[in-house]
């Protein structure tokens, strides 16, 4: 492979390492159920109706975002959304943690479904 397809392939890569993730891909964020530990059955489900609406939102959100980055690497080779403030992954991760660690205090505190 010559030189000049090396760093065009090379140059698509990082290109696209630099596009938004698609929600179903970012992963949770270790969050502590310590903070939940203290609330009780209708807070824990409070929060995370609060916290999975928010998430269903913001994953809405990032998947435009990954699907416009995706059409503008297609043409101009750069991830123009995400670039604009468009990538809502860490916020996505750090909600899926929140809803993990609630889960958790439900299920310890044995108020699943309640």
């Keep these: 492979m010559g ?5 065009v392939l090379w140059a698509v890569l990082v290109l696209l390492a630099g596009c938004a993730k698609q929600p179903g891909d970012i992963v949770a964020a270790a969050v502590p159920t310590d903070g939940y530990m203290q609330m009780g059955c209708q807070d824990l489900a409070a929060q995370k109706n609060s916290r999975q609406a928010e998430l269903d939102t913001l994953s809405m959100q990032q998947q435009q975002t990954a699907e416009r980055d995706a059409a ?9 959304a995400s670039m604009t403030s468009g990538d809502q992954a860490a916020r996505i991760s750090t909600l899926k943690g929140e ?5 958790q205090a439900r299920q310890a505190k044995a108020c699943v479904g309640k």
Aim: charged share 15%; proline share 5%; hydrophobic share 65%.
């Design 99 to 103: 809803i993990n660690a609630i889960e």
């Design 3 to 7: 030189v000049m397809k090396k760093s």
């Design 72 to 80: 503008w690497v297609a043409i101009i080779h750069v991830p123009v």
